[in-house]
């Protein structure tokens, strides 16, 4: 099974950026799609972003023009680019890479916290 650490998250101020790295053990460039998603505290988990096998990306609206998720298969690592954070952006992050047959797979989640 595919184990994925991610790593990067920390406290930054309003308008800095982070970068947040999602490792797998195995190789992910046979998988339909990475994604992250996020939880604040007593809210659900909702999407950030994806990444398709063919390079397409996809973001929430929340998130569009300041977060940008891309791929190294070299590495076998997802990245999350955050830039212009804001406080309503602190939350836990966790990645998902998702297999072609549906299966997804689990990081264990960073904290990123937005405060002056």
């Known amino acids: 099974q595919v184990q994925l650490v991610e790593s990067g998250g920390g406290l930054v101020q309003p308008g800095g950026s982070l970068r947040l790295s999602c490792a797998a053990s195995?190789?992910?460039?046979?998988?339909?799609?990475s994604s992250w998603y996020r939880q604040a505290p007593g809210k659900k988990r909702e999407w950030v972003a994806d990444?398709?096998?063919?390079?397409?990306?996809n973001y929430a609206d929340s998130v569009k023009g300041r977060f940008t998720i891309s791929r190294d298969n070299a590495k076998n690592t997802v990245y999350l680019q955050m830039n212009s954070l804001k406080p309503e952006d602190t939350a836990v992050y966790y990645c998902?890479?998702?297999?072609?047959?549906?299966?997804?797979?689990w990081g264990q989640g960073t904290q990123v916290t937005v405060s002056s």
């Open positions: 195995q190789s992910i460039s046979g998988l339909s799609s």
């Open positions: 990444i398709w096998a063919g390079g397409l990306t």
């Open positions: 998902l890479v998702t297999w072609t047959s549906g299966v997804g797979s």
